[in-house]
């Protein structure tokens, strides 16, 4: 294990304490990316007003870990770098098997050495989010090479209860969330908030390994039980199982990470990147609306 | 219906469009709620036995198409044939033994969904051509301002039963309401495009996966509880859409069954009549297979 970003996750293989299988790491190519658009600038908001999207991928600085959503003007805005590759079929590889917590490396440009975090990852073509202390991230643009050393999708980690699944996170990272294992079989996690199904809108129907699923809370709105929402928090959605595609089921729950801002468009919202999911009964969870605490720059020693 | 439109100030538009090939890799297999392998006919292609009035649901089939799925092979024109084509649209066979036969727009699933009758479906392939007459998109009623209308022909509109109440809400009946819980794949997405698949359809497959929505046919008129898609198709408390349900039969989780959006406002804009026969075979596929 390496000191810095990323570091109680940098191991190239974790090994498995029940003899299990042995979680394996590739290094991965991802880019910095450029943000794209069509002919037109303008999208259209949920009431039929046109508005410009800021934000919507690439590289956002002055946005960080625990800054309010509320707090965000643009579409998407996620916090740091959003890596991508240029290959389709590649881009989808990287970012299914990136997990939150793995360690990257810029290799290019000014600020090759600068090490951080992965925090998240968007669907539809597919976007790893990675985060870096801010004079890094001054120091990078578009283009500059990243490498990911991914590690964690598909590991089954056998301190979990049966039926509760992990994915989309490195081996140890639960351990510096507010995961904790009471012993009878069962699994508590510490949460800001606990949403309905209802609320699950883009993502829904997708590859919870590749997407995050969009909360549909719109700007402004509150959250049930009070308190805001930051980027990093834990967030519970009941009747929702993420196993394979994000669906409706009855009597399950999932938890996933908030990983970018709200968003003016119809049916998206704050993106929630699943990482545990199981039946409600072993999968529990504890709301704290005020003083909630979920995945943190200081967590992914990106401090 | 009887209410008033702007139906005579719509023009109507001639597009192409080709009978689209099933698309599948060589992996075969996707995958089901409880991590069934699955490989399955139904999206793509010409799909035989299924029509408008017909169950939803029911079949071995994963994404179930019924009739036929048509694109263009120009991305920006097919992007174009996607939008213009509205629900109930006649589209005419130009090639192949059913040359000159036609058949009724029943959605849009980024395919446009045709429904033919049977004697004519039996003659139709892959890569047949068709003309789609494209009419009804900038439809608008203008005594319910707060009520967008989409995807969908006059002709259509005029068939429907239903219209302007004295209390000036409009009447639109419908054979299902659907709880926003439901709605799967497609929420986010532009609501000229493609449909809202619902969950809760998994016939067989468990109560926990059950919304009670087994009972659907193909060709529902429907009403989604909590759902905006004036602008794109998101949750919002409070409004209602109405949509027809132009695709059935999914074993992909977090799919199933979809209506196609038609109209979309505030709640209290409409009254909801619910009305079993409010299913596009009553009003536009008379000549569907008989016995069925």
Redesign the interface.
């Known amino acids: 294990m390496t000191a810095g970003p990323g570091a109680a996750t940098a191991g190239a293989t974790q090994p498995d304490r029940d003899g299990g299988l042995v979680a394996v790491a590739v290094n991965m190519l991802g880019v910095v990316e450029h943000p794209a658009m069509g002919d037109s600038p303008y999208r259209v908001d949920a009431d039929g007003h046109p508005y410009l999207p800021v934000g919507d991928g690439g590289l956002v600085f002055g946005v960080r870990l625990g800054d309010p959503v509320a707090a965000l003007a643009g579409d998407h805005v996620a916090p740091g770098a959003c890596l991508v590759h240029p290959e389709q079929a590649a881009r989808h590889a990287l970012v299914t098997y990136a997990c939150i917590g793995n360690p990257v490396e810029v290799r290019t440009g000014r600020a090759a050495g600068a090490r951080g975090a992965v925090t998240g990852k968007r669907g539809e073509e597919g976007r790893v989010i990675a985060g870096f202390r801010q004079d890094d991230l001054s120091r990078m643009r578009p283009g500059d090479q990243i490498s990911v050393r991914t590690c964690g999708q598909g590991w089954a980690d056998p301190g979990l209860p049966a039926g509760v699944v992990a994915m989309n996170v490195a081996p140890g990272l639960l351990e510096t969330l507010p995961v904790t294992r009471p012993g009878q079989g069962g699994v508590i996690v510490g949460v800001r908030a606990v949403l309905p199904s209802k609320l699950a809108g883009n993502g829904i129907g997708r590859p919870a390994a590749g997407w995050d699923v969009d909360l549909q809370l719109a700007p402004g709105d509150p959250l049930p039980g009070g308190g805001q929402l930051l980027l990093g928090d834990l967030v519970a959605v009941t009747g929702l199982d993420a196993r394979y595609n994000l669906g409706y089921r009855r009597g399950w729950l999932t938890v996933g990470v908030v990983v970018h801002g709200a968003s003016p468009l119809p049916g998206h919202g704050p993106g929630l990147t699943p990482i545990l999911t199981g039946p409600a009964s072993v999968l529990q969870v504890e709301v704290d609306a005020a003083g909630h605490t979920g995945l943190t720059e200081s967590g992914l020693q990106l401090k | 219906m009887n209410v008033t439109s702007n139906a005579a100030q719509l023009v109507r538009q001639t597009l192409t469009g080709e009978v689209w090939p099933p698309l599948a890799d060589r992996h075969g297999y996707r995958?089901?709620?409880d991590?069934q392998p699955f490989a399955l006919p139904g999206m793509g292609g010409m799909t035989l036995g299924v029509h408008c009035g017909d169950p939803a649901t029911g079949y071995a089939s994963d994404h179930l198409e019924p009739g036929a799925s048509v694109r263009h092979r120009d991305p920006g024109a097919n992007m174009a044939l996607q939008f213009l084509t509205c629900v109930g649209n006649t589209v005419r066979v130009e090639s192949g033994p059913a040359a000159g036969a036609v058949g009724h727009v029943i959605g849009q699933h980024a395919y446009v969904l045709v429904d033919f009758p049977a004697a004519v479906s039996e003659q139709v392939t892959t890569g047949d051509t068709v003309t789609v007459t494209a009419t009804g998109q900038g439809l608008v009623l203008p005594d319910h301002p707060a009520i967008v209308v989409k995807n969908c022909a006059p002709g259509l509109l005029a068939r429907m039963p239903g219209g302007t109440m004295p209390d000036g809400r409009l009447e639109v009946h419908v054979a299902a309401r659907i709880?926003?819980?439901?709605?799967?794949?497609?929420?986010?997405?532009i609501s000229e495009y493609a449909n809202t698949?619902l969950?809760?359809a998994y016939a067989g497959l468990g109560?926990?996966?059950s919304?009670g929505l087994e009972g659907l046919c193909l060709g529902d008129v429907v009403a989604i509880a909590?759902a905006?898609?004036?602008?794109?198709?998101?949750?919002?408390p409070g409004f209602v859409t109405i949509g027809v349900i132009s695709t059935g039969q999914c074993m992909?989780?977090?799919?199933g069954p979809g209506p196609s959006s038609l109209m979309s406002g505030p709640a209290d804009a409409f009254t909801l009549v619910e009305d079993p026969a409010a299913n596009l075979a009553s009003w536009l596929h008379n000549d569907r297979e008989a016995g069925k």
């Open positions: 995958v089901g709620p991590g709880p926003a819980e439901a709605v799967g794949a497609g929420a986010g997405m698949d969950m809760g109560e926990d996966l919304l909590d905006d898609h004036r602008y794109g198709r998101g949750y919002r992909l989780f977090g799919h």
